[in-house]
């Protein structure tokens, strides 16, 4: 079949399209949508489906969501697919962690945060199908017998000392986009066509069954779209759109059923893939990955060929970067406190180098980056790669995007993650061809399972316990190890092992629960959508959720780093160095929530982490060096990867510090924590050079799940041509001495009170919440609070 | 020679100091020259300007600051006080003329209300401390700047101070308000120099007298003399005039003012916006507020004023720099 010659034709004005595309999406109420349950549902409950293998189930299960959910071509759009029913709302797994949200679905229009609209009809029928999924769940299905089951979901749903995400799907990974733009469906069934016939295996011939079964849903799911396009270019009144309506259908009639032979083709091709897999398994946080690099040979043939330009190539990616805003994740109330916003993570990483090591940034990279000014949406999250030779006209581009409404790219040193990367045993080329996933997280694309965000630890527990004999303050639920009480600790040897006891302990924990989730996706939860984009899998005959990936990893975040840190070295300093009070005394008085005023002044008048003051920012190595230890000390998952540690937080920061008594640093009780890796809020006092030297003593090579550092910057004082110069000069000087990752936080504080006091006066102000793009009005009241807190902190410096 | 000259004589160091007196340094500044810069803030200062923004910079001996903000009212610091020159409740907390400078309440403070202004510091732990940011120096283009007080009060420091980071490379700035012996300055600091900020206030020197408490002959004359070396390519020179409304802001001063540029072959200058801020530190060092123009005292300039002053300085072809 032949490319399609003038591919977008003149309709586009200058992005004025996708302007209005991004206005609908926009305005666009968000919803709750039943479709994926219903379908779902509709397959399962059907007795003509039981005996079937698990992966023909979800093979089928998710074909006949794809054959079956609605299909609409929005006006204006050149680049079609729909995650739900509506323009902009969240899927419902009731397999996964769906039945929460089911049970208590009538909640989610009034809720207070993140409403969702969903009918009333709607919710009646989800909910009659809350009785045939509730011993086909995942908790039911993972955790054997009733008691533990209650105690798994308490835990999840309090939060206090970890919450596993792996419980509500896998996902967190960047699949294999570019396989299925080059072969198509065809071409992947083609090639499992070719394995099949060298094995006898059953198990994968189960497996190659199961993926073929997908592969023609996902050319079906094209083809659907074809068809509607042709439907309306029917009955199209406009002669300009009648056009984009016929190429729209000649487009979806070819991808992706078949390899792209044009970037527009390209596009379309990845975007309905990235659809179906919504529909195969939980979507939050599936990346596209480093799109200005596989796009890129498609760019430039068709701009050799006359057959598109710069502009009807950028209208075409802003086209795709604004679909990627329709789709919202559907948490219950208690997910939300713990990752604010509505945020999708699928992530675009921009820039970096090829697999030689060159730099591969390239015109693609420029537009994306332009795209991001421009757009300034939630999704997706655009990630920067940096290195020595980044060119200059981009860096500066990037620093110039810093600036803007409340949003900045975050910002990553190649030559830290690549050297981190290939520490856990990525291949070195493998490890340069990273992409960050959600937050932070690097992993290599369409190679890894990487479950980077398999499950989130609440550090400063482990502190509270170790300080109380496995207690928190004032309760004798024994939660930890029965350490020794405070008053037999005689150095800070004795207060470190007591601490690193709790850890130890708290870690088992979530380590045997988190086995149990992966065995559950391993065995009842598939999926060959995904599985075939991903080296290794077809060529083993194994799905990803056993491992077939060529790499495995589980990623574990670390939160209260800093407010550890800055305890432990309170401790020392009171208590052992300075002796102006015991540890019982110390202790007594956190009881307390340090409601003597001269004692908890005098405990934040201790050197605090971020100060560039050697001997606190030692503790905070210290806590990140035993932290990442302790997380590789866990061994292996069980799809055979490592464990790998990460700090970063989401807004897990203000959940878990909501939970947790006063602290030794002059915290009291519930106080939210600093996000990620950053100091305490207010706690770095002496600029921000002085941060990232402080920054700079870290080793975050340990960290291969990758870091969030959060820096505010006061954006007046930066939004110049000198200011940008020494942004510029700042950020390379952190790289320069092995930073890991930066992402700016350039506030205005008076526009966050006044969003926070009249959210109509900034409906769609975004504000960088730890490593992802949320608008400041989906935050909790509590986390806009934080944020301006944070602001406020910022502008005095 | 001016009336001033002995007055030069009396500031003139001539016994090398054992260390240097200062009152803070800061870090990460983008407004004291070119890039990312620390700027050492001597304590001292010949001139006593009523507007001055560091109030706590011009005396030279230490001082106590006390920050009610900040206060806890814990009292540990009257138990500290071997003077009893603490009383948290009288209107002024601090009996000043009591106070001896032993610090000790500074000591047991425990929230920072009680602060040393003032701080004798070698000169190798200055230099350490002002090269805990060489890296954003060297990435930046930007470097080290002595400012006060006078830091040219203090030439021996200045002078040991740039020699040794000019053997690094370090980009070396002097902000002045220009009353200093020439002399010393060109055997001891000019060789490390890069950069002068050179302020000029009142050509009047009556008004200059009363306002800033010495008269302006010796300034204007080293304002001559560095000028030469800029013509001559020696250093950079920028001038730089602070703007106090009804004193230094009048259209005649500002045109006096840019004359004796024009005539010392300026090209470029600086104006700086009245900084009302400085009315917060006063209350912390027991001072006095000796200047008062109404309203406009507590209150950043508005825009239209900063375009007029500009537009005195522009008309004669001398480029404006402003940080507004």
Redesign the interface.
Known sequence: MNAITNVVGQSLEDGARVARLKKAVDEATYGGCIERAVLWSEYYMDEANDGKSTAVQIAEATRHVLANKTVKIYPDELIVGNFTAKRVAGICYPELGGLGIMIGVDKLPTRKVNPLEISEDEQAKLQSYIPFWMDKNMVYLAFDGQEEQMRFVKEQIEALQYQLYEAGGIAHLAPGYEKVIKLGAEGIIAEVEAFEAQTNDPSKLDFYQSVKISMNALAEFGDRYATEARRLAEAEADPQRKLDLERIAEVCARVPRYGATSFYEAVQSMTLTHIAIFQETIGETTCPGRVDQFLNSYYEEDLAAGRISRQEAKDILGAFCVKLCETIPMYSDELTSMLGGLTSWEVVTIGGQDSEGNDATNELSFILLELADELRMRQPNFHVRLHENTPKAFYDEVIRVNFGPGSAPAMYNDETIIESMMNVGYSLEDARDYVAIGCVEPTAPGKTLGSTDAGMYNMALALEMALNEGCQFGSDRQIGVKTPPVSSMKSMDDVLDAYKVQVKHQLGKLHADLQKCEQFHAKYHPTPITSATLEGCLEQGVCSTQGGAKYNFSGIQGTGMAVVADSLGAIESAVFEDKWLTLEELVAHLKDNLSDEVVRTRLKGIDKFGNDIPKADAWMKWVGDHYSDSIHALGKNTRGGQYLAGVYSNTSHTHFGGLINATPNGRRAGETFASGFAPENGADKRGSTALINSMNRIDFKKFANGINFNIKLDASSYDCDDGKSALGSMYKVYFKRHGMQVQANMLDPKILIEARDNPELHPNLLIRVSGYSAYFNDLSPEMQDEVISRSSNGAEQ | MGPDASLIDAIAVTEPRKASLYFDIK??T?DDG???RSVVFFKGCPLSCTWCQNPESINTGYELSYDAEKC?S?H?CADACPEQAIDLSSPDKIIRDKCTQCFKCVDVC???ALERCGNDIDMDHLVEKVL??E??FE????GVTVSGGEALMQMDSVGELFSRLKQRNVHTLIQTAGLFNYKVFENLVLPYTDTIYFDLKLMDSDAHKQYCGVPNHSIHENFRKVQALARDSVIEVLPRVPLVPFITDTDENLSAIADFMLENGVKNMQILPYNPIWLDKLPRFGSVQRLDFGEGTGKFMPDAELDRCTEIFESRGIHVHCHR
């Not at chain 2, 990435?139 to 930007?142: E, I, L, T, V």
Request: glycine residues 20%.
């Open positions: 870090r990460n983008l070119p890039g990312i806890i814990c540990d425990p929230s920072g805990e940011d890296a954003f990435a930046s283009g930007g």
